[in-house]
């Protein structure tokens, strides 16, 4: 059974694409800007979740070929016709000009040096901008480099970190921080700079899994940083780790994870259950022309998309850590998982994304084989959202925890430790021993992070079984 992530519809031609034009797009060796934005029209028409949000995007909304060609050149670049198909409530739907490089990303492949950082607002400057290490990446530069979780940075080539110019600053291959240290109150440069380069990296997810002893009991603790389906079988043996310890609760660390892959999520949501198989994880709402068509069910499964059994735990609670940049995917797990057990979530509110997506490709069906040799454009609207059994969704302000407490940039903590905060929080609530709903109150304006440069930077994408619609 072939699974294509970025979905290639076969679509019967005429019963999908806008009846009222007739497609008069020729191969050339370099499309037109108006040749773009004619597939960015007529494929937002089709599958954009908002797309009764958008006037302009009405199947009634040109009277003839001439008055839509006439709209379609009243925008100078692909972009300017992208975000002004888009609905105000729509945070997340995007184009990119290298499909390429949004394919990698899907399967964790990156530029990247390493250095894995979040980008918070001096405490009392309204400008400045500092970063902070969340961890390294094995076998990167910042790992030869001896970077390590907690190290502070606000400048990059001798420039300091505003709200303006960060984005400008570490997006370069090569670059060179300057470190510096927060003592709560201030950040202070230090003498010490260190200069880094990406290079092509693939990510394992699967970051951390480790049993730890808590009181006598064994608890299971899994820092898991994107929903990268191409890792599915290295999660499912972590899950069968803890299976052979016996743990008796899982901490399953969010906090830094942007999501990816609803598959993926539904598998690890059956991964920690394993009691509700077949049973409704979540349903999909598209758009009103596409509902008959392609929303469907969601259910807990058995097995992962290669046919390996999954490994379950058939727990009755699950503690799961989450910060401002747990997002979508993380998001459908606790959403998905929320009416069938005990969801105890630690640390800060969630991002609030509960659209998912699929890749459209400048071709008949708008997928990937026979896509335009003239450009590479491809874009990723939002298309559905999901909706948990008990029918929630639409959680705009993300999701806020029982145990409320920040991340401390003076005191980060080791990752897996038990000792480190976000985690000590889950393991006193195991241990009964501290339920306080607030820990540490500093809060610093998140701006950014090392993953916003990612094509697919907080994103949900549709995974799609090919053989179903054949």
């Keep these: 059974m072939k699974y294509l992530k970025y979905f290639a519809l076969?679509?019967?031609?005429?019963?999908?694409?806008?009846?009222?034009?007739?497609?008069?797009?020729?191969v050339q060796q370099v499309s037109s800007t108006l040749e773009i934005n004619d597939y960015i029209w007529k494929g937002m028409n089709v599958f954009y979740l908002y797309k009764a949000d958008v006037p302009d995007l009405a199947d009634n909304r040109f009277p003839s070929n001439q008055d839509f060609t006439q709209f379609?050149?009243?925008?100078?670049?692909?972009?300017?016709?992208?975000?002004?198909?888009?609905?105000?409530?729509?945070?997340?739907?995007?184009l990119v000009d290298d499909y390429v490089a949004l394919e990698q990303a899907f399967d964790g492949i990156t530029r990247n040096n390493g250095m894995e950082f979040g980008l918070v607002?001096?405490?009392?400057?309204?400008?400045?901008?500092?970063?902070?290490?969340?961890?390294?990446?094995?076998?990167?530069?910042?790992?030869?480099?001896?970077?390590?979780?907690?190290?502070?940075?606000?400048?990059?080539?001798?420039?300091?970190?505003?709200?303006?110019?960060?984005?400008?600053?570490?997006?370069?291959?090569?670059?060179?921080?300057?470190?510096?240290?927060?003592?709560?109150?201030?950040?202070?440069?230090?003498?010490?700079?260190?200069?880094?380069?990406?290079?092509?990296?693939?990510?394992?997810?699967?970051f951390i899994a480790n049993t730890i002893d808590v009181g006598g009991s064994p608890v299971g603790y899994l820092m898991y940083n994107a929903f990268t389906a191409?890792?599915?079988?290295?999660?499912?043996?972590?899950?069968?780790?803890?299976?052979?310890?016996?743990?008796?609760?899982?901490?399953?660390d969010l906090r830094y994870n942007g999501g990816g892959s609803v598959a993926s999520a539904i598998d690890l949501s059956s991964m920690i259950t394993g009691q509700f198989n077949g049973e409704i994880f979540t349903t999909e709402e598209w758009n009103a022309d596409r509902q008959d068509q392609f929303g469907s069910v969601n259910r807990f499964d058995n097995q992962i998309r290669t046919g390996e059994a999954i490994n379950n735990l058939?727990?009755?609670?699950?503690?799961?850590?989450?910060?401002?940049?747990?997002?979508?995917?993380?998001?459908?797990?606790?959403?998905?998982?929320?009416?069938?057990?005990?969801?105890v979530q630690v640390g800060s509110t969630s991002r609030g994304k509960f659209q998912a997506s699929i890749t459209l490709y400048d071709s008949d069906n708008f997928g990937r084989q026979g896509a335009d040799p003239?450009?590479?454009?491809?874009?990723?609207?939002?298309?559905?959202?999901?909706?948990?059994?008990?029918?929630?969704?639409?959680?705009?302000?993300?999701?806020?925890?029982?145990?409320?407490?920040?991340?401390?940039?003076?005191?980060?903590?080791?990752?897996?430790?038990?000792?480190?905060?976000?985690?000590?929080?889950?393991?006193?609530?195991?241990?009964?021993?501290r339920s306080a709903k607030s820990y540490h109150s500093i809060r610093l304006e998140s701006v950014g992070n090392s993953n916003m440069y990612d094509a697919n930077y907080e994103r949900m994408y549709r995974d799609i079984d090919l053989s179903k619609t054949e």
């Excluded at 005429?14 to 007739?22: A, H, I, Q, S």
């Excluded at 499912?236 to 299976?243: D, G, I, L, Y």
């Excluded at 009755?316 to 850590?321: D, S």
């Excluded at 920040?406 to 980060?412: I, V």
């Design 10 to 26: 076969l679509l019967l031609f005429g019963n999908v694409l806008t009846g009222c034009f007739d497609d008069n797009d020729d």
């Design 72 to 94: 379609l050149q009243g925008f100078s670049s692909p972009q300017a016709i992208f975000d002004a198909l888009q609905s105000n409530v729509d945070d997340f739907s995007f």
């Design 121 to 206: 607002g001096y405490p009392n400057d309204s400008n400045n901008v500092f970063g902070y290490v969340r961890y390294i990446l094995p076998g990167t530069d910042a790992e030869t480099k001896g970077l390590k979780r907690g190290d502070v940075f606000n400048t990059v080539n001798g420039t300091q970190l505003t709200r303006s110019n960060f984005r400008e600053l570490l997006d370069p291959d090569t670059y060179t921080i300057g470190l510096a240290t927060y003592d709560g109150t201030d950040i202070t440069p230090t003498s010490t700079s260190v200069s880094l380069t990406k290079v092509q990296y693939t990510e394992n997810p699967v």
């Design 230 to 252: 191409d890792f599915d079988t290295q999660l499912n043996a972590a899950f069968a780790q803890f299976s052979a310890d016996g743990i008796t609760d899982l901490v399953l």
């Design 314 to 343: 058939n727990l009755t609670r699950v503690y799961i850590l989450t910060t401002r940049s747990s997002a979508s995917a993380s998001e459908l797990v606790i959403n998905g998982l929320d009416p069938y057990i005990n969801v």
């Design 374 to 433: 003239g450009h590479t454009y491809a874009m990723q609207p939002l298309v559905l959202k999901s909706i948990n059994s008990v029918g929630f969704t639409d959680y705009f302000d993300g999701f806020t925890p029982e145990i409320e407490i920040e991340e401390d940039f003076t005191n980060l903590g080791t990752l897996g430790n038990e000792n480190e905060p976000l985690l000590k929080a889950a393991l006193d609530n195991i241990l009964g021993t």
